[in-house]
């Protein structure tokens, strides 16, 4: 029998779980689809990668997919042999039944070649290690001669200043040549385990764990998980959780909340949250409504979504700066009364300057504005850096805000919270029937990778519909505030 052929994604895959490869080679379609964040990674992929090449003028692309692995394979020996090209970009290489392509080969001047593995990402990571390695690993098994071998990451300390990207400026390289070598031998072996494994006519037997989560999450887990009974309030609700905590309870056989033992040692939270499941109700730690005393009239809501280009777009910022492009605001009157302002920039343009004019203008000088964690303090911190003629005005904006999160979270605890604060979790508890289930859109980061994928389509009418299901998916997070406000001074 022939070995099974692996490549090097399913050897990383292999490497975090047997079963998960064994699905990804025998059972692909049981795997959850993509969403669009998933969506949004993959082409923030291509296009550091497609930069990167940019730093290697006169390079030649084997431009073969995977559907074409044979073509790629011959056109990558042909240049190897005859070519003259500073370097190769996607190249082909077997080793042992292990495919690979190299996101860039580099001919070096004093001979040999450096391999060079491209991500997204802004930090060296242990997975990245073991990526280039296994391609180091069929390299040298195919017979080339690598003397050299780097992960290239985005450099965040890297500022846009306009005009044409610095590539040199833009990138770190990490040189990873002699951790990765240490790696070869059992590369190797965890080859030959895999291509055994996978000669099996069943699926291995590995249960759900952490590490279907780690270094990636498994897109698997939901089907390997669809049998399991999860218990009614399990420990991993408690907030603050330390890992040697768990793996103590763990270790006694106890998975539920409510048999934590009373002399078991908890936080102060953790006692009220293990009290409250208990008792199957909410419970009241702290003076919440002196805290909600100190809001003053009118009392505003507000909230934004962002955006993070991995390649910086705008003048002054950095790989992943986040970029807000859209606010909303409640303005609630003496009486209750309610008044709605939004604003969502609409071109591919700097959306800060305007948006925070518009800002400026929704938020009067007056009044408390509430915000659900301290995410929006953050964006405008980071507006008043990038518009020095408004930092004193967003500055005046920051010193009246008041976060709802750290009240929920000091004062009341409901079994429905199920050991999250999120606004998403908390909203429904207290305000039966409300949620997000019948919004198009119903967290940031789908909220910004629509946002990006509307601004590239020639579909007026697409962008259109996308733009209105975020203005209503970021009005709903400020009168959600306002509902959980309200639903906190009825306590």
Known sequence: MSKPSLSKSRFMSGSQCHLRLWYETHARELASPPDDNLQAIFDTGHEVGELACKRHPGGHL????????????DETRRILTTGR???LFEAAFRHQGVLVRVDILERLPEGGWGLIEVKSATRLKEAFVLDAAVQLWVLRGAGLDVRELGVLTLNRDYVYEGGALDLDALFRLHPV?????????????????MQSMLTGAEAPDVSPG?????????????HCTRDIALPDHGIDELPWL??????QLEASGINEIRNVPEDFPLNDLQRVVRQSIREGRGLMHGDLQAQLASLKEPVRYLDFETFAPAIPRFSGTRPYDAIPFLFSVHVERNGGTLEHIDHLHEGSDDPRPRLAERLLDALGRTGTICT??????????????????????????????????PVVRNNYYHPAFRGSFSIKRVLPALVPESGYDDLSIADGQTAAARYVAALGSADSAERRRTFEELRAYCAW??????????ALGSL
């Not at 040549?177 to 385990?193: F, K, P, R, W």
């Not at 952490?210 to 939901?222: E, G, L, Q, R, V």
């Open 372 to 405: 659900y964690s301290n995410y929006e303090r953050r964006v405008l911190r980071d507006l008043a850096a990038a518009l020095p003629e408004r930092a004193a005005a967003l500055g005046a904006i920051q010193a009246r805000l008041f976060d709802l999160l």
């Open 177 to 193: 040549l002699d951790s990765a070598t240490g790696l070869l031998d059992a590369i190797g072996e965890q080859v030959q385990e």
């Open 85 to 87: 090209a500073p370097a």
């Open 477 to 486: 997070d400020t009168l959600a505030m306002v509902e959980l406000r309200r």
């Open 210 to 222: 952490d590490h279907c989560f780690s270094p990636y999450s498994c897109p698997y887990y939901a």
């Open 62 to 73: 084997i431009a073969h997919d995977y559907l074409h692995t044979d073509e790629a394979l």
């Open 242 to 247: 330390a890992q040697r905590r768990r793996a």
